[in-house]
C-alpha cells in the first residue's frame, strides 16, 4: 500500500501550474483548516532554512510542547518530511493523511480543478497530519521562494524567520541577490514577529525595507526601523548580525561560540556538528526562541528557559549536513555557490592538518562552475571522484569533470556508479584523510542509504 502512495506522489510534477496561494487556501478550508490548530512558525532563505527549522524544533519539543516539523528534500524515504516529535511519519499516519488529501483532490478533478503539485500535496498532508497528531507548534519551511510558495498561504503564522540569503534557482527566482531576497521576505506578515539574517547589505535592504512596511507601522518616512536596543519599544523586526557571533572555537565533532545581541542575555552556544555555516543558523533558531516568548504566555523562569534552549540546540543533529556517515567520511547536502563557499570554510578550518578527498555530483538545473572553483580551494585537497545522483536530474560527470580539470591538477576521477565512487573514495582517503561527498542533497540521499544511514564505526 505505501509503496503505491508513494509512486503516486513522484507520478506528479514537482513544479506543475499552480492555482497559487487562494487555491491552497480554500483546499486547506476544505480540509478543514488544520493549520490553524497550532502555533505556525514559517522559515524561508536559500541556505540554512532546514537547519533553523530543526534547532528551533529541538528547543520546543526540549521545553516540553508537542512539535512538527515540515521540511523537503527528503535524503532515503519520503516520511522524512513530515515529523512529529522529531520522529519520521509512520507509514500508517502518512496513508491517512494521503488518502485524506486525495478524497478532496479527487472531488475537485471531478469539478475541472487542477491537480496540486507533488509539494502541494505533501504540504496538504502534512498539516492534516499535524492536526491529528494534536501538535503545538509546527514549523514549516519553505518550498521555493517565499511570496508565493505554497506553504505561505497562512495569513498568520506566530513568527518568521529568514536565514541566509544567496544565489539558486535563479531561473525562477531572479538572477540578483535583491531579487532573490524580495521572493524570501514575501512570508512577512503585518503584526508577526521577524527574525532574520542581517549579513549580505543587499538583501538587508529589501528585508528591512519590506519589514518597515508591515512589521513597524509606527515606521516614519526616512528613518530607520526601531529596533529593540535602539528605542526600547517592543519591536516587531529582529536582525541578527554576524558580529554578535563571539569566540567561535571549532573542534572535529563540535563547535563552541558566544551569542552576544542586545535582545537578550549572553548566550555560550555548543552546536553538535563540524560546519561552521550552523554558528549562524544556531545563532538564528536561539533568538528565534527568545522573540517567540516575549510574544507567547510561556510561564517559564529565564533560568529554566535558557537551559532548555541550550539543550534543544546542543542535542539537534540534522542529517545532511557536515553529517558523519561512517570513519572519517561526511556528506553535505551544499547545493549552490554560498553553500559550498560555507563548506570549504569548515573544511579548511576543522580539517586543517588532514588530507580531504571529495565526491561530488550536482543537479543539471544548478550553475556549478563556481561551485567547482571553491571546492578546488580546499587547501589539502588530494583527490576528486565526480558522479551523478540517482533521477532524472542528473548532470553528466564527464562535463563536470571537464571544469574540475581547468579548476584543479590533482587526482580526479569519474564514474557514473556512486557505490562505486564511495569504493574509490574510501581506498584514496585510507586511514588517515577525509572523505567528503557533497553538491546534492540527492548525492547525500544515496551515499547514506549505500553505507547504512548513520554509522558511527
Known amino acids: 500500500m505505501m509503496n503505491e502512495i508513494?509512486?503516486?506522489?513522484?507520478n506528479i510534477p514537482r513544479f506543475a501550474r499552480t492555482g497559487g496561494l487562494e487555491q491552497t487556501r480554500e483546499r486547506l478550508r476544505l480540509l478543514g483548516s488544520p493549520e490553524k490548530s497550532f502555533h505556525y512558525i514559517h522559515v524561508a532563505g536559500?541556505?540554512?532554512?532546514?537547519?533553523?527549522?530543526a534547532y528551533m524544533e529541538s528547543c520546543l519539543r526540549e521545553m516540553g510542547f508537542k512539535t512538527g516539523l515540515f521540511t523537503s528534500?527528503?535524503?532515503?524515504?519520503?516520511?522524512?518530511?513530515?515529523?512529529?516529535?522529531n520522529g519520521e511519519i509512520s507509514d500508517e499516519a502518512?496513508?491517512?493523511?494521503?488518502?485524506?488529501?486525495?478524497?478532496?483532490?479527487?472531488?475537485?478533478?471531478?469539478?475541472?480543478?487542477?491537480?496540486?503539485?507533488?509539494?502541494?500535496f505533501i504540504y496538504l498532508m502534512a498539516m492534516c497530519a499535524f492536526q491529528k497528531a494534536g501538535i503545538e507548534y509546527g514549523v514549516i519551511e519553505t518550498g521555493l521562494g517565499g511570496r508565493l510558495d505554497l506553504t505561505n498561504a497562512v495569513e498568520a503564522p506566530d513568527l518568521t524567520v529568514i536565514t541566509s540569503i544567496g544565489l539558486d534557482h535563479t531561473a525562477i527566482l531572479g538572477d540578483?541577490?535583491?531579487?532573490?531576497?524580495?521572493e524570501k521576505a514575501g512570508i512577512i506578515k503585518p503584526g508577526v514577529p521577524l527574525v532574520y539574517l542581517a549579513a549580505r547589505p543587499e538583501a538587508v535592504g529589501v528585508i528591512e525595507a519590506r519589514a518597515g512596511e508591515l512589521c513597524h507601522p509606527k515606521k516614519a518616512d526616512g528613518q530607520e526601523l526601531r529596533y529593540p536596543e535602539k528605542s526600547g519599544e517592543k519591536a516587531m523586526c529582529y536582525p541578527v548580525k554576524l558580529d554578535w557571533m563571539e569566540n567561535i572555537s571549532p573542534e572535529e565533532g563540535h563547535i563552541r561560540f558566544s551569542l552576544v545581541c542586545p535582545y537578550f542575555k549572553k548566550y555560550d552556544i555548543m552546536l553538535n556538528t563540524s560546519g561552521m555555516y550552523q554558528v549562524e543558523n544556531g545563532a538564528l533558531a536561539v533568538t528565534a526562541m527568545e522573540v517567540l516568548r516575549e510574544f507567547s504566555d510561556w510561564k517559564m523562569p529565564e533560568t529554566d528557559f535558557q537551559k532548555k534552549v541550550l539543550t534543544g540546540i546542543r542535542r539537534m543533529v540534522w542529517p545532511g549536513r557536515m553529517e558523519s556517515v561512517g570513519r572519517d567520511i561526511y556528506v553535505d547536502g551544499a547545493h549552490n555557490d554560498d553553500g559550498i563557499r560555507?563548506?570549504?570554510?569548515?573544511?579548511?578550518?576543522?580539517?586543517?592538518q588532514r588530507d580531504i578527498y571529495l565526491i561530488f555530483a550536482v543537479a543539471e538545473d544548478k550553475d556549478y562552475q563556481e561551485m567547482v572553483r571553491h571546492l578546488c580551494g580546499i587547501r589539502r585537497l588530494k583527490g576528486i571522484i565526480v558522479t551523478e545522483i540517482d533521477n532524472g536530474r542528473r548532470r553528466d560527470f564527464h562535463e563536470v569533470m571537464k571544469d574540475f580539470q581547468k579548476n584543479w591538477h590533482g587526482n580526479i576521477k569519474g564514474t557514473y556508479n556512486v557505490s562505486?565512487?564511495?569504493?574509490?573514495?574510501?581506498?584514496?582517503?585510507?586511514?588517515?584523510?577525509v572523505l567528503i561527498c557533497t553538491g546534492s542533497l540527492y548525492l547525500v540521499g544515496h551515499v547514506k542509504e549505500l553505507l547504512g544511514g548513520d554509522l558511527d564505526d
Request: net charge negative; hydrophobic share 40%.
Open 176 to 182: 540578483t541577490i535583491e531579487k532573490i531576497a524580495a
Open 73 to 85: 528534500p527528503h535524503l532515503i524515504r519520503i516520511n522524512e518530511r513530515i515529523r512529529i516529535d
Open 420 to 433: 562505486e565512487a564511495i569504493i574509490t573514495g574510501q581506498e584514496w582517503k585510507g586511514r588517515n584523510g
Open 46 to 53: 536559500t541556505n540554512g532554512k532546514g537547519s533553523v527549522c
Open 6 to 10: 508513494v509512486e503516486y506522489l513522484y
Open 94 to 120: 502518512f496513508s491517512e493523511a494521503f488518502y485524506k488529501v486525495k478524497e478532496l483532490v479527487d472531488a475537485q478533478i471531478a469539478e475541472g480543478i487542477a491537480h496540486p503539485t507533488f509539494f502541494e
Open 342 to 352: 560555507e563548506l570549504v570554510r569548515s573544511v579548511n578550518r576543522i580539517f586543517s
